[in-house]
T-cell receptor, first 116, second 115 residues
């Protein structure tokens, strides 16, 4: 069974600085997807970034980028130029493709606070 | 606007009540999902529907009854719930043929309190 581990329950960063959130996962699959979702106080789950395991290039989305280390089964999220609106809970998630639908396996989440 | 809406946003019910949660997606997706988010626990997948057919029931108690009349609407019927069922219930949808793979897009959730 696949598992996702986020070892940092809480983190904080000063506005405009860079922060990295850690995520490791365990799977025997070779093809899969990895995601980072953001859940602000409004509780809306928002997709931040997505990575396909077969792609060696790390995904980037504006100020958000990942460091995907397939052999190490590591998938960290880097937030550059942190903004107050980045304050949220961040979830790492794993998905094994399964036909038309896939099961998302979530980590426990990391609460990030951006301080002014 | 995320394209996935959920109603009601908040619900308080007694253990003998019957209520329903509604989810609607405006993204043209074919698959819909129910997740449960409890305090101190990771999100748990409950049900998956693909083209209106249930493809996953993650050992959910029968007091939760899903219904998917079409690809745009998903319901979760609740009856004789327990206080431990209090949680945030999230709906999601996906369309693997839409160029985004199997990325799931979430609604804002319904916060349920069972007294």
């Amino acid at each position: 069974a696949q598992t996702v581990t986020q070892s940092q329950p809480e983190m904080s960063v000063q506005e405009a600085e860079t922060v990295t959130l850690s995520c490791t996962y365990d799977t025997s699959e070779s093809n899969y997807y990895l995601f980072w979702y953001k859940q602000p106080p409004s509780r809306q789950m928002i997709l931040v970034i997505r990575q396909e395991a077969y792609k060696q290039q790390n995904a980037t989305e504006n100020r958000f980028s990942v460091n995907f280390q397939k052999a190490a089964k590591s998938f960290s999220l880097k937030i550059s130029d942190s903004q107050l609106g980045d304050t949220a809970m961040y979830f790492c998630a794993f998905m094994k493709p399964a036909g038309n639908t896939g099961k998302l396996i979530f980590g426990q989440g990391t609460t990030l606070q951006v301080k002014p | 606007e995320t394209g996935v809406t959920q109603t009601p946003r908040h619900l308080v019910m007694g253990m003998t009540n019957k209520k329903s949660l509604k989810c609607e997606q405006h993204l043209g997706h074919n698959a819909m999902y129910w997740y449960k988010q409890s305090a101190k626990k990771p999100l748990e997948l409950m049900f998956v529907y693909n083209f209106k057919e249930q493809t996953e029931n993650n050992s959910v108690p029968s007091r939760f009854s899903p219904e998917c009349p079409n690809s745009s609407h998903l319901f979760l019927h609740l009856h004789t719930l327990q206080p431990e069922d209090s949680a945030l219930y999230l709906c999601a949808s996906s369309h693997p043929e839409g160029g985004t793979g199997e990325t799931q897009y979430f609604g804002p959730g319904t916060r349920l309190l069972v007294l």
